[in-house]
């Protein structure tokens, strides 16, 4: 993409946030403006264009799209049209419960179409909100000048407007080695070449980023620059606990009389591995098959019907993020989510961190929780 393109793209989003600025949405557009100010930035420093000279190398070109944030097709426009109709919005009880029909943003949403209230992100995930829904918002105190409160779902709507928005899962953050920058590729079925995104400061401190974290990354659907950090997720070690045997293994003990002293704590589990070294899997199946469970493992590197078919198989599934492609990471936490298969990430899990972290994981299977 060419500098003066991305500058108009930016330039376009801006006016329109301006557009709708009022004394009810000012802390939202001053955020989403700063965003902008930081794209800015970066491309009058050139940072953005690596990945775009290596496909004029080629002589390769690429239909540029107009990103159309507020302006709809008519067809969305008639569906908007008519999720208004259907969901009505009020303000009740002197202001302090609003019905609202909700917006998704890159990052958040707003609830109601003139007062336009500011959904965290981690509400957006925690209630399952999407566009059109209909959601209540009830006035809860006021921090500092700046009002919060408590949402709930009233009605999905089965005719959800098309988000303008596109979610991509389970990138590892790497640090440039010659901007002292940290950043993330994408790649893309669309694309020749991974993309290189520098983060702003702005995610890195929100989130408080650093080499090897996971992360999800939003941006505009027509391009990938156009966007920010999501969501961060947890992948630091379990608390541990302490394995139970039956009794301790004495030295004069055979390896094959030990073997038989650890409880079957992982019986019926079927425990799957995606990435990883396979001198250390080797060693991982060894563990889970001494106590019990069946040990799955995927390279990451297998056909997609393989893949899948695998993950739906397992009860318990851990992603080794420094050996693993970002497709095969990609896929692995989009079937987990899916069919609510209980996941985890790691940089690096040797085989006693392993059983330990299995052994938590294992608290959060449905068969436990009931």
């Known amino acids: 993409m060419r500098k003066e393109t991305m500058i108009a793209l930016v330039k376009e989003e801006m006016i329109e946030v301006l557009k709708n600025l009022d004394s009810k949405n000012l802390f939202h557009v001053s955020e989403v403006l700063e965003s902008q100010i930081n794209i800015l930035k970066a491309v009058s420093k050139g940072v953005f264009f690596e990945s775009a000279a290596k496909k004029e190398e080629k002589n390769e070109t690429f239909p540029l799209k107009k990103i159309e944030q507020t302006k709809k097709s008519e067809t969305e426009q008639s569906v908007i049209k008519k999720t208004k109709e259907r969901f009505q919005e009020k303000i009740l009880d002197d202001g302090n419960i609003i019905h609202g029909i909700f917006h998704r943003m890159l990052r958040g949403g707003t609830v109601h179409t003139k007062k336009e209230l ?63 920058r940290l950043y993330i590729e994408l790649s893309r079925p669309q694309e020749d070449f991974p993309t290189t995104i520098l983060l702003k400061d702005n995610d890195i401190d929100q989130f408080n980023l650093k080499e090897g974290d996971i992360i999800d990354y939003v941006c505009h659907p027509d391009d990938v620059m156009l966007g920010c950090v999501l969501w961060k997720h947890k992948v630091d070690p379990f608390p541990i606990i302490e394995e139970q045997s039956h009794k301790a293994a004495s030295k004069r003990i055979s390896p094959k009389k030990a073997r038989r002293a650890f409880l079957p704590i992982f019986e019926g589990l079927n425990i799957l591995t995606v990435g990883g070294n396979p001198s250390l899997t080797d060693y991982l199946k060894e563990e889970i098959e001494k106590r019990s469970g069946n040990f799955i493992r995927l390279r990451g590197y297998e056909k997609r019907p393989t893949m899948v078919a695998k993950i739906k198989s397992a009860d318990i599934v851990v992603v080794y993020t420094e050996a693993i492609s970002h497709e095969a990471m990609y896929l692995t936490k989009d079937i987990c989510k899916k069919y609510e298969i209980v996941h985890t990430f790691t940089k690096n899990c040797g085989k006693k961190q392993f059983v330990k972290r299995i052994s938590s994981l294992k608290k959060k299977l449905p068969q436990n929780n009931s």
């Not at 981690?122 to 809860?140: G, K, P, W």
């Not at 408590?150 to 901007?179: F, V, W």
């Open 118 to 180: 500011y959904v965290p992100e981690s509400i957006c995930r925690q209630m399952d909100f999407h566009n059109d829904d209909l959601v209540e918002a009830t006035y809860l105190k006021t921090v500092k000048n700046k009002p919060y409160y408590t949402y709930r779902l009233l009605k999905k709507n089965p005719n959800q407007s098309i988000e303008q928005r596109e979610e991509i899962t389970g990138i590892a953050i790497k640090k440039h080695l010659d901007l002292k």
